[in-house]
Structure formats: C-alpha cells, structure tokens
C-alpha cells in the first residue's frame, strides 16, 4: 500500500481507531496498540481499499484487531492494578462526559460497541452492521436496547447524586 495513503488516513482516522478501540477494550495503552498495529499493517500488506470507504474498512480492522486480543488471552494473563492517574486523564481526555463514558463503560460488549459505531463514528445502521457483520435488524434492536440501558443507567446515576 502507497505511505503517503496510509499516512493520509492516519492523520484522518487515528483519533476514531483510538476512541473505537478504547471503548471496545477499556485500556488506554491496548488501544494505543492496535492503532500501532492497525497502520503497521497498512503499510506492510498491500490492501485494497475503496475511495470513499476508508473509515467503514479501518474501524472494521480495528474491531477485528480488538477482537484478536480479546481472544489471545493476553487481556486475562494482565493482573488487576490501579489506574495511574495521567493514564485516565489521557483516556477521559478523549471524551467530553465522564458520567455518560462511565455509564458506556457498564454496557455489556456488543450494546457499547454498536452505540460507539453509531454516536461517535456517525456510521449509519448499515454501515454499522457490515463493520460488525451483524444484520441491519440486529444493529437496530442493540441500539434500541443499549439507549434504554443508558437511560436507566443514567436516571439512577442522577437520583443517587440527589440523595
């Protein structure tokens, strides 16, 4: 693949891989890895990406990557330890509410991924389904249910800061 393509869509969409990978992985530093690997990949294997159908193709590399290190098993050999607090502050960085990004970050794997894809990315349900090989129909009940899964969330969070 031509370098100053893949540098072209790194200046574009290392952000969104990063903010994709992060909400997928929960780790600051694993994220920042398969954005690293993402690119190296790029510009070592020769694929064809279509004009116009660069950020669809890359966050669909992105969520197979994630999902590559989620299976390999180096996520459960990590032991638990204390967020520093430059590493959350770098995270939180990447997001504007932190109660909203907290109440995400409860949501089971596949409704967290499809509202990032459809909030964040701005992908439509179609697209959303062909980056995460789900059904269109599929796309919209997980949506449907994540929103209803935020809200709760959300109107508990604000009735236990009233208390």
């Known amino acids: 693949m031509n370098k100053d393509f893949v540098l072209r869509i790194y200046d574009e969409y290392a952000q969104d891989v990063f903010r994709f990978a992060y909400s997928f992985l929960n780790s600051y530093h694993d994220a920042q890895d398969v ?3 993402l690119f190296l990949r790029l510009l070592k294997n020769n694929y ?3 004009e116009g159908k660069e950020k669809s ?3 669909k590399m992105t969520a197979n990557l994630c999902k590559d290190y989620l299976k390999s098993g180096a996520k459960q050999s990590e032991k638990p330890f204390e967020v520093l607090p430059e590493t959350e502050k770098a995270a939180e960085d990447c997001f504007e ?3 909203l990004i907290f109440a995400l970050e ?3 794997e596949e409704y967290r991924t499809v509202i990032h894809l459809h909030f964040y990315e701005d992908l439509t349900v179609k697209e959303t389904a062909r980056v995460l090989k789900l059904t269109q129909s599929c796309v919209s009940m997980r ?3 994540a929103k209803s899964m935020l809200k709760e969330l959300l109107k ?3 009735n236990e800061t009233e208390v």
């Open 156 to 158: 508990e969070d604000e």
């Open 48 to 50: 064809r990406i279509s």
């Open 97 to 99: 509410n932190s109660e």
């Open 57 to 59: 193709y890359i966050l």
């Open 106 to 108: 409860t949501l089971p």
């Open 143 to 145: 949506l449907t249910r």
């Open 35 to 37: 954005v690293h690997n």
